[in-house]
């Protein structure tokens, strides 16, 4: 038998707060939401080990994910983020945090929120959620898709059922245990 993340995590100094606190956890703050994003986007073909050893480098680069500020990014905050070595220094990465927070702000002028347009389209199955993305956004397919969606709550699959986290998250009401939901 594989072991889980829920297995994995008990007692390591960076995925257990991540597990404990935050994966599955639903989330309504945009600035988490666009975090979120950007570090799932960061993470592909990297572990999350090594994503969460570099988050407060993510946090301070990116300004508190700021959506307004980091949409505003140009040339010099795109050769500036190129040469911090406390993040992941991949153009295509940078250039699709920065694209995304543009595309975000028009989300947010339209719908009020970040989370209010997940809400819209709440119940996607994963499928129909990675072309979604895939039509909004830059650099997210569907393993950056799923993991998003799963670490906030759109998807069910962050806990086992006998991990003492999924009451937690199941008390939280998260999306994907609404009557009616979509399988993942």
Known sequence: MAM???????GHPFHAPYHDTEYGFPQ????????RLVLEINQAGLSWL?????RAAF???????????????????????????????????????????????AIIAEHGSFAAWLDKHHPLSKPEWVKLFGRTFRFTGGEIVGE?????????????????????????????????SAPA
Request: aromatic share 8%; charged share 25%.
């Open 4 to 10: 889980t993340y829920c297995d994995a995590a008990p």
């Open 28 to 35: 309504r703050d945009d600035r988490v939401l666009f975090e």
């Open 50 to 54: 090594t994503i969460l050893k570099k």
């Open 59 to 105: 946090i301070a680069a990116y300004e508190g994910f700021d959506i307004g500020k980091v949409a505003a990014y140009g040339e010099a905050d795109v050769a500036r983020l190129l040469a911090d070595a406390g993040i992941i220094r991949n153009r295509l990465k940078v250039a699709a945090a920065i694209e995304n927070a543009r595309r975000l702000q």
């Open 148 to 180: 998003f969606l799963m670490s906030l709550g759109y998807l069910p699959g962050a806990h086992a059922p006998g991990c003492p986290r999924y009451d937690e998250v199941l008390a939280l009401k998260p999306r994907w245990a609404d009557a009616g």
